[in-house]
């Protein structure tokens, strides 16, 4: 079983940043992809961008690129979701996800583990 703890959320004025971080523990897979995915209210949970772990190979969604940055930190089993430029949009709770395999995937139920969510509102 694989454990995802995310970190990071709070309330930031429109423009400004945060960074969000997930930690990943127990089983490890060989080659796997982790993803950001963000639930607003009252929407379906959409993908925003996903990294694969070996290879370092990005997706994103259109609507965060140049805005936003995904990475990882190998030692710390860690994952990162570097947010720029925030729009009241962005609202939403952000999900760390992690899904066995190296093909990429865009659909929520493509996911295998889940953290339980971080609040991001952007005020304007």
């Known amino acids: 079983q694989v454990q995802l703890v995310e970190s990071g959320g709070g309330l930031v004025l429109a423009g400004g940043s945060l960074r969000l971080s997930c930690v990943a523990s127990?089983?490890?897979?060989?080659?796997?992809?982790m993803a950001w995915l963000r639930q607003a209210p009252g929407k379906e949970r959409t993908f925003v961008t996903a990294?694969?772990?070996?290879?370092?190979?990005?997706s994103y969604t259109d609507s965060v690129k140049g805005r936003f940055t995904i990475s990882r930190d190998n030692a710390k089993n860690t994952v990162y979701l570097q947010m720029n430029s925030l729009k009241p949009e962005d609202t939403a709770v952000y999900y760390c996800?992690?899904?066995?395999?190296?093909?990429?995937?865009?659909?929520?139920?493509?996911?295998?583990?889940w953290g339980q969510g971080t609040q991001v509102t952007v005020s304007s």
């Open positions: 996800a992690a899904r066995n395999g190296s093909s990429w995937a865009r659909r929520s139920d493509e996911y295998d583990y």
């Open positions: 127990g089983r490890t897979f060989s080659n796997y992809v």
């Open positions: 990294i694969n772990w070996t290879s370092g190979l990005r």
